[in-house]
């Protein structure tokens, strides 16, 4: 268990509605992912981040934005949801293992996001 | 680009059948390897990983093996349970750019029936 929390764990929202989705970890590490999960595609990264203040985009992050002021928390939004954005959102660490110099990431319980 | 491919799915076993899914991938650079669990309403749970070629990971019965020379990561296991019934996704990890990038398989849904 990396200690990842993520809130709400669902949520149902109407079309153009600004949405928010936060993640949370308790274990100070370096590197945090937002990805979403749909049949047929499996994960797909949004956006990630190195560190305070720190974000990349990943290969789907039109329509998404992401804040990290605090190690702990990594926030998602949607500025204005589309019924496309309807999906589940998975959130994850990065750790990294000195003996084996390899990542691991473990994943947070997911937010089921509905967009009507 | 990195990909993985897995077979589709779903799978349906009877309990303590054999199990075997496939996974396959590409990469230009030497990845690790996993293999993810996910139980109906839950994230994905790390079930096994590789570093190597050659490296054997094994958790809970499950077991995999790094074969660069075929590019696969095949998940096994003995005698399968009503419990394992879940979605099993491979995926190869790799540093690209300095941070962990990972490419996930589509997902295959396993169903174990008593």
Same mark, same amino acid.
Request: charged fraction near 25%.
């Given at each position: 268990d990396a200690g990842i929390t993520q809130s709400p764990r669902h949520k149902v929202t109407e079309t153009g509605t600004p949405v928010t989705l936060r993640c949370h970890q308790t274990e100070n590490h370096r590197y945090m992912y937002w990805y979403r999960q749909d049949p047929g595609h499996g994960l797909r990264l949004?956006?990630?981040?190195?560190?305070?203040?720190? =974000?990349?985009?990943?290969? %789907?992050?039109?329509?998404?934005? %992401?804040?990290?002021?605090k190690t702990e928390d990594f926030l998602l939004t949607l500025e204005s949801a589309t019924s496309s954005q =309807?999906?589940?959102?998975?959130?994850?660490?990065?750790?990294?293992?000195?003996? =084996?110099?390899?990542?691991?990431?473990?994943?947070?319980?997911?937010?089921?996001?509905?967009?009507? | 680009?990195?990909?993985?491919?897995?077979? $589709?799915?779903?799978?349906?076993?009877s309990? $303590?059948?054999?199990?075997?899914?496939?996974?396959?991938y590409t990469a230009t650079g030497y990845p690790s390897l996993f293999w993810y669990v996910q139980y109906p309403g839950e994230g994905l749970q790390l079930l096994l990983k590789a570093t190597k070629a050659d490296d054997k990971g094994s958790n809970k019965g499950f077991e995999a093996t790094y074969r660069k020379?075929?590019?696969?990561?095949?998940?096994?296991?003995?005698?399968?349970?009503?419990?394992?019934?879940?979605?099993y996704f491979c995926a190869l990890s790799d540093r690209s750019g300095g941070y962990q990038k990972v490419t996930f398989g589509t997902g295959t849904k396993l169903q174990v029936i008593p």
């Open positions: 949004i956006h990630y981040s190195y560190g305070v203040k720190d =974000t990349d985009k990943g290969e %789907v992050s039109d329509g998404y934005s %992401v804040s990290r002021s =309807t999906s589940v959102y998975f959130c994850a660490i990065s750790e990294f293992r000195e003996e =084996t110099r390899t990542d691991t990431q473990y994943f947070g319980p997911g937010t089921r996001l509905t967009v009507l | 680009g990195d990909s993985v491919t897995q077979m $589709e799915g779903p799978v349906t076993l309990e $303590e059948a054999f199990l075997t899914i496939n996974c396959t020379e075929t590019t696969s990561f095949h998940l096994e296991k003995g005698s399968v349970q009503v419990s394992d019934s879940a979605v």
